[in-house]
């Protein structure tokens, strides 16, 4: 199965597995989904007050009107959590973001709420990861995160443990 053939596919989720040195994505079902992230994130789109009455993934979301915190070329919005233990927020980037190669020592759950999420990784193949993609980002593994828009890219990412952002060199 090629890592991009994620495009258009949005009932099954991208999950990614260390297999030798090589990334490789593999096709999870929702169901197979860990409950208790599912659990966390239907716990964010019932919060409609805070995205609006129809849930994030509503056309009239107004993403303009949330605590936008800029950090470097991307900004935040915390929904829970620090950087020293579990933590989930929004990451919003512009399109044509491209990115720099960076890691973290934890694993992270990301879902694509709007625009399309761009994952380069360590070997330079790029998925695109379209509104409704899940991934499971791997610890130490290197990767770029861009957006290909048409708008904004809007993410909503999960660290289990300490969040945190190693570049090379």
Known sequence: TSLLENEGRQKSSLHFTRDSDMMKAKRTPPTRIAAKIVAKIATIIALAGFFGAAGPASAGTDWDKQNWLKRGPVEIVM???DSKG??????????????????HSEDYH???????????LSDNSVIKLPP????????????????????????LIHFEGPRNVLFPG
């Not at 993609?133 to 048409?150: E, F, N, T, V, Y």
Request: aromatic share 8%; proline share 4%.
């Open 79 to 81: 929904l829970w959590g």
């Open 86 to 103: 579990e933590s989930a927020f929004l990451l919003r980037k512009k399109p044509g973001e491209k990115g720099t190669k960076h890691t």
């Open 110 to 120: 990301g879902v694509t709420l709007q625009g399309i999420w761009l994952k380069t």
């Open 132 to 155: 409704g993609s899940h991934i499971l980002q791997r610890k130490m593994q290197w990767h770029a995160d861009g957006c290909a828009g048409p708008e904004d890219c809007i993410l």
